[in-house]
Structures are given as structure tokens and as C-alpha cells.
């Protein structure tokens, strides 16, 4: 290690060094070293082994890193970790329909008769019948019963006899302004979406989930994630509930990653939070309130996102909008003018150009720092939009693992549209400081899936959509660190080894750049 490659804060103490691994800082001052010193949670030096020898103590815990990767803590810019779906309703992410009618069969029978029977994780292009579950199919598994099985993307489901005449819902029932009943010759097929999920939701009685399951449920994703190696991440959906659990796994000490918390504009909260005189960036290391969110559009993995073309085979269908411009337009002012950052969530090109818009306008002689609004998803670009991208400041969060795990449904959208989505190096290419985002549950949100995911862009099946986005190794590592930080505004308390900032690290037993990239 050369004299300059050491970095250290003030003091000397030291609690844990890591020895004799192969350290990426993420810190272009010094983006490699051999050896790192913590003391309490912060990093306190990184060099050579020999630099940081002199700093060991009695107490020190030194961990031998021989053959093993340090990184910085993956940050998830955009997720839903609150966990509450994990712990009630059946899990439907299986790969036949006989099995979700199972699954859903046995939820059933612990459910009681006057509520709902839920199924979570539904993917109907993963299905070994090469069909989506059907109205009929349900039927079959829950005959008397309201039941509904969530698509995990969020914004469809599909729902049973039962349930669409609990909700009042017929053939001739019309589409409600910015949603979808799904029918096919004649009859309800019990698929629903959007807007049209919020008939549903209305009727009937739902299980309730309690403080204690939400707090159980902040708990379970917090581990799954930190043992993913992920230490930072983001409730893109807050609730009053679900920001009281997150503080709730805190106290009891189930908390292991933390958090950026993104009230919706939907919410309650979000209004008290305005009375309250609270604002983005309160907060301390563990949970800090970020930008407000807003949703002006359908789903990319369940192809409802608002486009200028249509869907492959689908001449008349181009998606879905949520929100109308003026809606848009709203939103942005007056969450500027309550001292709030802003993500609106935006996937096909038409909403992209619908945000940027009002960003553009709200941005009009401003006078201040970049307040960095947020593109949520921002799926279908162009270099018009890249452009208008990169001149408003803003931040997009594309879904980092969709290209690998949801190859099924890049069917839908076709080769072409598929080298302008979800579209890394072309953000990259531009100067746009592209965030990290899993979107999960409607992605895993795995860190090493997501760098393989972006790094090859093929899916499980071992097809390539929109190899013209495929980045290195290090492109991606530097997105689910650095540019994780920097989209919170946190990235002078993390994103990089640097001394003074977290210790937020992750020990990998093999370095991403080393291996095959379809292994990572």
C-alpha cells in the first residue's frame, strides 16, 4: 500500500479490523485496500495491512479475510419491506396452477369464513400450464368463500366467483376511471387491475393485521435482506402502520437495515407529517423520512404501464395511467412547497413525460440546491426523456433484477422496447446517477441478483433483453452502493468505505468481478 492509499479519522481506538481481503472502498480517493478498522460503527482507517497493524489493541476483533470481498452495504433505493403480506395469506409463488389451488385450499381452512382468503406472490408467467389462474380455477379451491390472489407485482390480482359478487362486480360492471375487469367471451375472467383492485379492497371483511404481525413482518424482511447483504433500504409506500412497526422491530432490536422512509401522498400520514412541520431528511442513521410518494401509472411485470406504443399483440391496449397531469402537477408543488422530495412512480415513456413536465415547471428558476426528484421505476426511456433526465437533476430507480427474473413477460414489450428499458447504461451513458432498486416484492431483492441481472440481462431461461443496457461488474456495484446513498441524500454517512462514515460492510466469499457472470 502506498503512503497515500491509508485514510483514517481522528482518534486511534479500534474495535474490529478485517485483514488480508481484497476491500473495494467505492471511494475513488482510494477504491482498493487489504485492510479496514472500525471503531463503534463507524470506519476508522482503510490501507494496507501493515498501515493498519499499529491500531489493534487487546479487544480488537481481527477477522482474517484471506480470499474473501469486502464491499460497502447494498442499498435498495426503492422497495416494500414491511413484511405484513410474508406473515398473513398463503404464499402463491409456486409453478402450477394445481399447486396455488392447494395453497389456497389449505388457507382456507385457518381463515375465517367471513373474510377474505389471501394468496402473495402470484406470477402467472411462471406457471407450468402456460395460462395465468382464472376465476374458475379459484372457484375450485375456495368455493364459498371471498378469495383473491395478489399478483406480486402489486397492481392486479385475480379473484374468485365468490369474491367479484361480494364486491358487486358483473360482465356489464364498467372499468372504473384508471383500472380493469378482465373478461373473455362473455364472462368475468376474475382477473383484475389498478384502480379496479380498490372495488375489491372495499368489500367484504379482511384479516386484520395487528401492530404485532406488522412488527413480525418488519422483522422477517429485515433479516432476509441483511443476510442478503443489504444494510439500507426504502419503504416506498409508507403508512402510518407501517412507519410505527419499523420503530416498533427498532426498539425490540429486530431492525438490521436501515431505513428511507417514503410516506405516500395517498396517506394520512403524509398530511400529518406536513402539519407537523416535518420534512424530507428528518430523521437519524436508522430511519429518516425521504422523499413523499405518488403513483401515475400501471405495472411493468404486469404489463399495465402507460406507453406510446402498445403492447406486442395487443393492438388497442397501451396501458394505464393513475394520475391525470394536473393531478401531477399538484402533487410536485405542493410537496415542494412543504419542504418535501418528491418520487412519483412513472414507467412507460408517457408517464415518464408526464413527471418531467411537472419537474420542469416546479423547476423554473429555481434558486437552490438540486432538491433531486425522483423518477420511481422510470422503465421506458428515450434520449428525449434521457436528456430532460439528466437537465432537471432528477433520479430514476429502474428495477435492477427484472431483466433476469421476470424474462417471461419482456415477451409482452418485444426486442426493441427492451433496449430502452430498465435502461442502466443509457442513464450511466448520460451522466444520471441511476439508483439501485429491487421494487420488492415485484423483484427480488437480492444485491448479487441484481448485479448479475444488470450485468448480463438474461433471464432464467438464458435469453438477452436489451443487451445494448448490459453494464461491467463495477458499474453495478458502484449503482447498489454510491448511487444507493446518493438518492436518499445520504451519501456522506454511507455508500463507501471512507473513514468517518458508517461501517456499513459486507464480507462476500468470492469477488463479482472473478466470477462467470452468470454464476454471480
Known sequence: CQPEAIARSEGSACDLIIKNARIYTMDKNYPLAESVAVTGNRILAVGSNDDLEPLAGLNTTIIDGTGMTVTPGFIDAHSHPDGSNEVTGADVNLRSIGEIKLAMARQAAVTPSEQWVIGNKYDDTKLNEGRPVMRRDLDAAVPTQAAIIIHRGGHTAVVNSYGLKLAGVTVDTPDPEGGHFGRKDGELT????EHAMDVIQKSGSWPEITREVRQQGVALMSRAMAASGMTSTTDSWGTAEGFRAFQDARAAGELLTRLSYMPHG??????????????SGFGDDWIR????KYSADGSASERTMRMSTPFKGRPNDYGILTMSQEE??????????????VGIHANGDITIDMVLKAYERVLSGWQGPNPR??????SLVNPGLLERIKNTGAIPTPFYTYAHFHGNKWVDYGPEKMEWMFAHKSFLDYGIPVAPASDYTPGPFEPLMA????VTRKDWKGRVWGPSQRISVAQAMKICTVNGAYASMEENI????????LADLVILGADPHDIPPDEI
Open 266 to 279: 395517498t396517506q394520512p400520514i403524509y398530511a400529518a407529517l406536513k402539519q407537523a412541520g416535518l420534512r
Open 190 to 193: 376474475g382477473f383484475v387491475a
Open 328 to 341: 401531477i402537477d399538484f402533487a410536485v408543488e405542493d410537496a415542494i412547497a412543504n419542504d418535501f422530495r
Open 289 to 292: 423520512i425521504g422523499a413523499v
Open 451 to 454: 448485479i448479475q441481472s444488470m
Open 494 to 501: 454511507k455508500g463507501s468505505l471512507t473513514p468517518g462514515k
Open 373 to 378: 426528484l425522483r423518477l420511481e421505476h422510470c
